[in-house]
């Protein structure tokens, strides 16, 4: 009874600290909001055409979205601090294989979360924007909602960043031993099919952004089983 109370109580100590952390870092971006919904808004305002430009239907609306974007933003910065403190508490259930383990799987789906951002805001928003642009008809002024653009781009975030995960996922079915390598390889022109449904359900109705996806999403899927593989070659060996 003790032993649960004492993990309760430390479970709450990690939250608080998750939260502190945040906080922190939200009252931080709060001064820099502005500028911050400018730079994200970069990758649409330079295929603007001339004498057009965003705007706020909404009478709150340039309040509240570079608030919503400054939190967004501190969520993601937190990740890292806030996964750290949770691996902390947990770490030490773990035997010490499997700290071996999901340790490097730990680093590994944060660098993939943020490449698949990074991707998104570098590659795939410059490309899908230029493209929806280029499409509109003639005599139409395009003039895009500054909150319909954070929603849409921060679903974009969340689904480059959550597909990024394959190589993680892999890895971890392989070692559960749900799936071997070499089924995973019988099934790539299954993955492959899958990999643009997916493209075609976490992106825009467009061509583009969901090939933009689907591609990295099969060459991640090579990624992973070719570490799926070398893990267990090197477990055999």
């Not at 960043?161 to 071997?180: D, E, H, M, R, W």
Request: hydrophobic share 60%; aromatic share 16%; proline share 6%.
């Amino acid at each position: 009874m003790n032993s649960t109370v004492e993990q309760l109580l430390e479970l709450r100590q990690v939250l608080l600290r998750c939260f502190v952390s945040v906080a922190l870092i939200f009252a931080v971006l709060l001064f820099y909001a502005k500028q911050l919904y400018t730079t994200l808004a970069q990758p649409l305002l330079k295929f603007l055409p001339e004498n057009s430009q965003m705007i706020a239907i909404d009478v709150a609306t340039p309040f509240l979205v570079p608030m919503k974007l400054a939190l967004t933003l501190a969520i993601f910065m937190a990740i890292p601090f806030v996964l750290y403190q949770l691996w902390k508490f947990i770490a030490p259930g773990l035997y010490k294989h499997e700290k071996k383990f999901f340790m490097p799987l730990f680093f590994g789906s944060l660098s993939l979360f943020y490449g698949g951002i990074l991707f998104a805001y570098f590659v795939v928003l410059p490309l899908t924007f230029s493209f929806f642009i280029y499409s509109a008809p003639e005599g139409v002024l395009v003039m895009t909602d500054i909150a319909s653009y954070l929603n849409f781009v921060l679903k974009m975030f969340f689904a480059f960043g959550l597909a990024f995960q394959i190589p993680v996922l892999i890895l971890v079915l392989t070692k559960l031993n749900i799936i071997t390598p070499e089924k995973l390889s019988a099934q790539r022109p299954y993955v492959i099919i899958g990999a643009f449904v997916v493209g075609m359900l976490l992106t825009p109705p467009d061509v583009i952004s969901q090939t933009l996806l689907a591609v990295p999403l099969c060459l991640l899927f090579e990624l992973g089983l070719f570490l799926a593989k070398q893990k267990k070659s090197n477990l055999v060996s």
